[in-house]
C-alpha cells in the first residue's frame, strides 16, 4: 500500500463532491415536487372558496373571479363586499421566502392607504396555525384569509409565489404581477390602481 498522491487525493475529493451535488439536487427536486400545495387537487363542500371561475388566470380589465375564505377568527371575508373600495390581493405561502420577505412592505401599504385600499394576504394550502405562526411573528395586521383546500388559488391558477392582483373597486383586475415586489413597487401600483378608481 502506498500514501495516496495529492492528485489522487483531489481526484476522490472530486468524485464525492459530485456524488453530493446529484445527491442533493434529487433530493431538492422531491422535496420541491411533493410540497408545491398550487398542485395538488382539491375538493371542498364548504361554502368556502371560488364563487364562480374561469378555466385560465384572470387578466387585467378582467373581473376578479369572487371568492369566501376563512379568516383565523372563523369570520368569512369576501372579495366582492368589499365596501366599495380596491384590493391589493396577494397570494402567498409559509414556505415561499419571497412572500414572507413582502410582508412588511405590505403591512406598510396596508396602514399607509388605510380607508382607501384593503390589502389581503391570501394563504394558498397552509393549515391556519401555521400560517399564523408566521403572521404573528411580523406584526401583520392586514386581511388574511386562508384557502386550506385551494379551491381559489387553482380558479386563479396561481402557478408561481408570490402573485398578486390589484383589484378596482368594481371587481375589475387593473393589473397582476407574478413574482416579488417592493415597497416601491407596491406604492407604484396601488397609486395606479387609485388612479384607475378616481
Same mark, same amino acid.
Given at each position: 500500500?502506498? *500514501?495516496?498522491?495529492? *492528485? @489522487?487525493?483531489?481526484?476522490?475529493?472530486?468524485?464525492?463532491?459530485?456524488?453530493?451535488?446529484?445527491?442533493?439536487?434529487?433530493?431538492?427536486?422531491?422535496?420541491? !415536487?411533493? #410540497?408545491?400545495?398550487? @398542485? =395538488?387537487?382539491?375538493?371542498?363542500?364548504?361554502?368556502?372558496? /371560488?364563487?364562480?371561475?374561469?378555466?385560465?388566470?384572470?387578466?387585467?380589465? $378582467?373581473?376578479?373571479? +369572487?371568492?369566501?375564505?376563512? =379568516?383565523?377568527?372563523?369570520?368569512?371575508?369576501?372579495?366582492? %363586499?368589499?365596501?366599495?373600495?380596491?384590493?391589493?390581493?396577494?397570494?402567498?405561502?409559509?414556505?415561499?421566502?419571497?412572500?414572507?420577505? @413582502?410582508?412588511?412592505?405590505?403591512?406598510?401599504?396596508?396602514?399607509?392607504?388605510?380607508?382607501?385600499?384593503?390589502?389581503?394576504?391570501?394563504?394558498?394550502?397552509?393549515?391556519?396555525?401555521?400560517? #399564523?405562526?408566521?403572521?404573528?411573528? /411580523?406584526?401583520?395586521? !392586514? $386581511? /388574511?384569509?386562508? %384557502?386550506?383546500?385551494?379551491?381559489?388559488?387553482?380558479? !386563479?391558477?396561481? =402557478? *408561481?409565489?408570490?402573485?398578486?392582483?390589484?383589484?378596482?373597486?368594481?371587481?375589475?383586475?387593473? +393589473?397582476?404581477?407574478?413574482?416579488?415586489?417592493? !415597497?416601491?413597487?407596491?406604492?407604484?401600483?396601488?397609486? *395606479?390602481?387609485? $388612479?384607475?378608481?378616481?
Amino acid at each position: 500500500m502506498h *500514501a495516496p498522491t495529492p *492528485a @489522487e487525493q483531489r481526484g476522490w475529493i472530486d468524485r464525492l463532491s459530485i456524488v453530493a451535488l446529484i445527491a442533493a439536487v434529487i433530493i431538492g427536486g422531491y422535496v420541491a !415536487y411533493t #410540497t408545491r400545495p398550487w @398542485e =395538488r387537487s382539491s375538493v371542498t363542500d364548504t361554502p368556502l372558496g /371560488l364563487v364562480g371561475g374561469g378555466a385560465d388566470a384572470p387578466r387585467p380589465g $378582467e373581473q376578479a373571479p +369572487d371568492f369566501i375564505l376563512a =379568516r383565523a377568527d372563523g369570520s368569512t371575508f369576501q372579495l366582492s %363586499d368589499t365596501g366599495g373600495q380596491p384590493v391589493f390581493l396577494n397570494f402567498w405561502a409559509t414556505w415561499c421566502t419571497f412572500c414572507i420577505q @413582502e410582508m412588511p412592505d405590505m403591512q406598510r401599504i396596508a396602514e399607509e392607504f388605510e380607508g382607501q385600499v384593503i390589502v389581503v394576504g391570501l394563504n394558498t394550502g397552509d393549515s391556519i396555525e401555521d400560517g #399564523t405562526g408566521y403572521t404573528d411573528r /411580523l406584526g401583520v395586521s !392586514y $386581511e /388574511l384569509v386562508y %384557502d386550506t383546500n385551494l379551491d381559489v388559488t387553482e380558479g !386563479y391558477r396561481v =402557478r *408561481a409565489m408570490p402573485t398578486s392582483y390589484f383589484i378596482s373597486a368594481n371587481g375589475t383586475i387593473v +393589473d397582476a404581477h407574478f413574482g416579488f415586489l417592493t !415597497y416601491d413597487d407596491m406604492l407604484s401600483k396601488v397609486n *395606479a390602481l387609485l $388612479e384607475q378608481d378616481g
